[in-house]
């Protein structure tokens, strides 16, 4: 039985919850929450004590775990807290707002041989699978160029909440569910970015709502160039996105569950994606996978490495937009390797 404590109890935070309810082999010891209702509410439904201080929960409790599902920028003292009690650490997404922090975590964790993981959902999703299956493999050829896009009713839904406020939530929609994008980019093309130029358009200031990337990646050795586009001002409060990947020979494309192949001199074939790819699915899954990597039993399917590289480009985005030059992600990377050692 693993032993988890939850740092934030709010409606991801419960998401979370019922869900590891449904894994079976976790007991939940105890929550931390500054809210005294979603304490309240965390200590009547799940028959464990709750604390307004994380720090105190660490102290008071002997865990194994801990599951954080807090705003952004709280991340990496909280994971960081989290490892040096020597617990093992699932990070809702994204894993932190600053390179070097993401470094410093990754290095922690290995110099600690403690699991680091982060909530990208969509490594458990069917249609993500078979996309990247389709991309590493040999259907379509060496993948050279990509281009992707999400939109969604984001900025209107999101006012007033921590999510627009840069101090919480590290920036906008990018940082938000423009990092689910992002993820899904590297992911599935197995690609390490290497340089990004951005053009943002701002609600506020530090709140991003449109962004439009040109990314280079690194791609066993090889160069694709991507074009990511992210609307956080669209027509409908879930998301919507597509990818399509062009290789030496044929193309692979995704959008609205519907999965297509071309291979060159070949007819194109299309697949539906019947599998539940409903959020408490994917949610149980990725929540299993960190359980059995506390265990021992499996290797975490999103480890901090990979969220380290999603912060990398993220930020480097941030920085091209500001300065309106191209940003070199990988030399970013470096430098904060060499702040961190």
Not at 108 to 114: G, K, Q, S, V
Request: glycine share 10%; net charge negative.
């Amino acid at each position: 039985m693993v032993g988890m404590g939850i740092i934030g109890l709010g409606g991801l935070g419960h998401v979370i919850l019922d869900a590891y309810a449904d894994v079976g082999d976790v007991d939940i010891v105890a929550g931390a929450d500054v809210s005294p209702e979603a304490r309240d509410a965390f200590e009547t439904t799940y028959g464990a004590p709750a604390y307004d201080d994380y720090a105190t929960m660490l102290a008071e409790h002997d865990l194994d775990a801990a599951t954080i599902v807090t705003p952004h920028t709280l991340h990496y003292e909280q994971a960081m807290a989290c490892l040096d009690d020597g617990l093992d650490v699932l990070l809702e997404k994204p894993m932190v707002t600053d390179t070097e922090d993401a470094v410093d975590l990754v290095t922690t964790a290995d110099e600690r041989d403690r699991v680091l993981q982060v909530g990208y959902q969509r490594h458990f999703h069917p249609a993500f699978q078979e996309l990247r299956r389709v991309a590493r493999g040999d259907r379509i050829g060496d993948v050279h160029t990509v281009s992707c896009y999400l939109g969604q009713e984001w900025i209107d839904a999101q006012q007033g909440t921590w999510r627009t406020n840069p101090a919480l939530s590290g920036g906008g929609q990018l940082y938000d569910t423009g990092s689910h994008l992002l993820d899904a980019l590297l992911w599935t093309t197995g690609g390490t970015p290497t340089d990004v130029v951005a053009e943002m358009d701002y609600a506020t200031p530090g709140v991003d709502v449109n962004s439009a990337l040109a990314v280079t990646l690194d791609v066993d050795g090889r160069t694709v160039t991507a074009s990511v586009g992210v609307s956080g001002d669209g027509v409908e409060v879930s998301p919507t996105e597509g990818y399509a990947m062009w290789g030496t020979d044929g193309r692979v494309g995704y959008a609205e569950d519907y999965l297509t192949v071309t291979e060159t001199g070949r007819t194109t074939s299309g697949t539906t994606i019947t599998a539940d790819t409903e959020l408490g699915s994917l949610t149980h899954a990725k929540l299993r996978n960190f359980a059995d990597s506390v265990r021992g039993d499996a290797e975490p399917a999103v480890p901090g490495e990979h969220g380290l590289r999603v912060t990398a480009l993220t930020e480097a985005a941030y920085q091209a937009d500001e300065t309106g030059e191209r940003v070199d992600v990988a030399a970013t990377l470096d430098a904060a390797r060499e702040e961190v050692e």
